[in-house]
């Protein structure tokens, strides 16, 4: 065992300790009233990690849904968990979100730790207790908050994740980065430079880190998503549109870097940003950098529909009956909230920017 960093994130309910660091995963193998629901995508390539009985679920974005939720209450219930039982879950996002939602309803709610085992919720989900479930083609509709007991996590499954989902990860802690401060997004940047391949695990530690150091500050700030919490959205609304309309043949993590680039380009159509700020423009050209490691993403953002985009896009939860609610920058490149009329032109302006980013195939092919 070999841990690295350690830090704990303040919640209305308690604290709960982070931990990161190489070949920590197994201290829940042999205690009692444990089970554990794994990917099982990664049950297959860690057999020497998980115990011999668990439960596994298919981490594909359909399986997201309250069905999956329905399913793996039923495989608790049939592994005997009660109240003082406690769930360990391994894997990514989806693994995340289903055990978050399905933890806090079995038996009104049961502890959980988490095993984050992809770039993305090691840099990003894997702290803030928040839950997503998808409802058909509408993205993360449904959901709760419910933090874990703990958080683990371990670099050693960075070993088997491919470009793209380091790819994913990277365009998430940028997000949170540059949400918070130029400097903050600077220091992001000289990391993730010294990430580069081959992946030196030590200073994807720090990356990992520096990503959820920041984003600790606006979870403790704003548990609840009613204020600053709220700028981490950046790029989301987009992004979710992206996913919903391409029947999420664009994964999240690559979705949200395109999100990003949107929410420039429809900020300096509305008149919100300049197009000459030099912070954006570094934060753009990273983005594509990321982007262009994405294998097959011209293809699929060829194949992707505008008009079907801007209709996945009305459908986000965070809009209000006659307002748009976006995350957009503004005249300093900074990120704001901000509430545009659902009006004819804004509308051509969504189609106009969906446009855009399927014109950005030629680009990053």
């Not at 390539?45 to 115990?51: K, R």
């Not at 879950?89 to 079995?106: E, H, K, M, R």
């Not at 990273?286 to 194949?303: C, E, I, N, T, W």
Request: glycine residues 8%; charged residues 20%; proline residues 3%.
């Amino acid at each position: 065992m070999s841990g690295l960093f350690d830090f704990s994130i303040r919640t209305s309910t308690g604290s709960y300790k982070v931990a990161i660091g190489t070949d920590i995963i197994g201290p829940h193998r042999q205690q009692d009233q444990t089970v554990w629901i794994v990917d099982a995508g990664v049950a297959r390539l860690y057999t020497e990690v998980v115990p011999s009985s668990f439960i596994a679920q298919v981490a594909l974005e359909p399986e997201k849904s309250l069905a999956s939720v329905a399913r793996i209450i039923e495989q608790l219930r049939k592994h005997g968990t009660n109240r003082e039982s406690h769930v360990v879950a391994v894997g990514g996002g989806i693994i995340q979100d289903l055990v978050t939602f399905a933890a806090s309803c079995y038996m009104r709610g049961i502890t959980w730790t988490y095993y984050p085992t992809t770039m993305l919720s090691m840099v990003d989900s894997c702290i803030g207790g928040k839950s997503s479930i998808n409802v058909g083609n509408l993205k993360n509709i449904a959901g709760n908050f419910y933090p874990p007991h703990q958080v683990i996590i371990d670099t050693r499954f960075c070993e088997t994740l491919t470009d793209e989902q380091m790819a994913e990860g990277f365009c998430e802690a940028a997000k949170i980065c540059y949400a918070d401060s130029d400097d903050t997004f600077d220091t992001f940047l000289e990391l993730a430079e010294g990430c580069a391949m081959p992946y030196r695990i030590e200073r994807i530690a720090r990356l990992i880190q520096h990503s959820l150091w920041t984003k600790k500050h606006f979870i403790e700030e704003d548990e609840f998503d009613q204020g600053i919490r709220l700028l981490l959205n950046f790029g989301h609304c987009f992004g979710h549109a992206l996913e919903g309309s391409t029947s999420f043949a664009i994964s999240h993590g690559t979705a949200v870097g395109l999100g990003m680039l949107a929410a420039e380009n429809i900020s300096i159509k509305l008149g919100f940003a300049k197009d000459d700020l030099a912070n954006v423009f570094k934060l753009t050209t990273y983005v594509r950098q990321l982007l262009r490691s994405v294998p097959g993403l011209a293809d699929k953002l060829r194949k992707m529909s505008p008009a079907a985009a801007v209709d996945c896009f009305m459908a986000d939860k965070k809009h209000t009956a006659d307002f748009f609610t976006l995350i957009l920058l503004d005249h300093e490149g900074r990120l704001q909230r901000v509430k545009v009329p659902k009006s004819d032109p804004v509308r051509a302006q969504l189609l106009s920017t969906f446009q855009y980013l399927k014109e950005l195939a030629d680009e990053i092919q």
